[in-house]
Nanobody, 124 residues
């Protein structure tokens, strides 16, 4: 079992930045690939970014490429999402997910564990 807790969301103006954190507890964090997804009411959970267990592989949705950066610190059991040049369309609840094994996925269904989410609101 893995427990995930996200933090760092908030209200920011367009063009601003936020850094989300996701702290994991339970089983060995380094055994899991991690992903960030986001969701708005009435829509499916959308892939944002993912990172392999070692951190050597990172992947991004086209909509955030060049603006967001994912990273992880296995010593701190934490994965981060640095979000720069935020746009109003980035407004959503952001969730981190954990997936056992070395491979990441852009499919929400591939992740076994989820946090409770953190709200990000970008005003225009």
């Amino acid at each position: 079992q893995v427990q995930l807790v996200e933090s760092g969301g908030g209200l920011v103006q367009a063009g601003g930045s936020l850094r989300l954190s996701c702290v994991a507890s339970g089983r060995t964090f380094s055994s899991y690939a991690m992903g960030w997804f986001r969701q708005v009411p009435g829509k499916d959970r959308e892939f944002v970014s993912s990172i392999s267990w070692s951190g050597s592989g990172t992947y991004y949705a086209d909509s955030v490429k060049g603006r967001f950066t994912i990273s992880r610190d296995n010593a701190k059991n934490t994965v981060y999402l640095q979000m720069n040049s935020l746009k109003p369309e980035d407004t959503a609840v952001y969730y981190c997910g954990a997936r056992g094994g070395i491979y990441t996925s852009s499919s929400a269904g591939a992740y076994e564990y989820w946090g409770q989410g953190t709200q990000v609101t970008v005003s225009s």
